[in-house]
């Protein structure tokens, strides 16, 4: 297997290396009518290459325009990428032959402002014709989205309002999950997440009744969309411990888990973004000394529980 891309190794701020895809179309509405008209939108993945953080913005159609009032609205929030990978769809190459027409014009400015500018370019880097596989980092989250998505969703129309609301809390569930320890105090739970790269701490959520069994005709418009967000958190999480779980043969050697790691327990009724951590207490060795043949026992607060992933 090649190396990693540059981009993917080299520290730098949050979004300096992006890749971005679309995905879509989503039916919404603009207006809380019984016959009103729908309306398609996409959505547009920005997946950071050193943080993994991800950012979710809504597109009217698929013009170079609007992409570019996207990347317009993305750079205020996120900060002026370096370099951006994406596939080559006409969208995307108008987009990139647009900045070049910027990059151009701002040449013709005063030498200290234009190597100031000059230095601000963005680098567009387009993946082989019809390999999506080489932009798997960002296929992923494309795919984890547009799936939940329309898995929950199915043929109801949300209006505007609604569709961003469960797009924004979907984002904030990407950017929540734990990616390793932030110490080894077998009394410290913490973990970080992207979030961490963003706002300085764990991304979280307002603390709502659970919705997920009520009847779709009894509650009101927004806690229908509460309804979904959770239903979606559910989904996702399930998925999401799943896919950590390596079940391949084992063909080399890896460390075993020791007294004192932070492992991610499985919990079906905890609130969005949130996630049930321990430490390992004890263990009990069963006949192989491989990992996924012991017995662990988790100590969290004061509940002894059977571990799902270590961290």
Not at 65 to 76: Q, S
Not at 193 to 213: C, D
Not at 214 to 234: A, E, F, Y
């Amino acid at each position: 297997m090649a190396s990693l891309l540059r981009e993917r190794v080299t520290v730098n701020s949050p979004f300096a290396n992006t890749g971005i895809d679309l995905c879509g179309p989503f039916y919404i509405k603009y207006k809380n009518q019984r016959k009103g008209i729908f309306n398609k939108v996409y959505v547009a993945i920005f997946v950071c290459f050193s943080t993994r953080a991800a950012h979710l913005k809504i597109l009217t159609d698929l013009t170079s325009d609007a992409l570019i009032a996207t990347l317009k609205r993305f750079f205020p929030r996120c900060g002026i990428c370096t370099t951006i990978f994406s596939d080559n769809p006409t969208n995307f190459v108008g987009a990139n032959s647009e900045l070049r027409k910027f990059y151009r014009l701002f040449k013709k400015l005063p030498d200290n402002l234009a190597s100031y500018l000059v230095s601000q370019s963005i680098s567009w880097k387009f993946l082989p014709p019809r390999s999506p596989n080489f932009g798997g980092l960002w296929e992923a989250g494309v795919k984890s989205f547009k799936h939940h998505l329309k898995r929950t969703i199915g043929n109801l129309k949300l209006t505007i309002e609604e569709f961003l609301t469960v797009v924004n809390q979907f984002e904030g569930v990407l950017n929540r999950r734990p990616l390793i320890p932030l110490s080894s105090d077998p009394n410290d739970f913490s973990t970080l997440t992207p979030g961490h790269f963003l706002i300085g701490r764990p991304i979280s959520s307002i603390p709502e009744p659970q919705l997920v069994n009520v009847p779709n005709n009894r509650p009101s418009s927004w806690q229908k969309v509460q309804k979904l967000n959770q239903i979606i958190w559910q989904k996702w999480s399930r998925d999401y411990l799943n896919n950590l779980q390596q079940r391949e043969k084992w063909k080399f050697q890896k460390n075993n888990i020791e007294k004192g790691s932070l492992v991610l327990l499985k919990d079906d009724n905890l609130p969005i973004c949130s996630w049930s951590m321990g430490r390992i207490h004890s263990e009990k060795m069963e006949k192989y000394e491989l990992y996924k043949s012991k017995q662990l026992m988790v100590f969290l607060n004061v509940a002894f529980r059977m571990y799902v992933y270590c961290l």
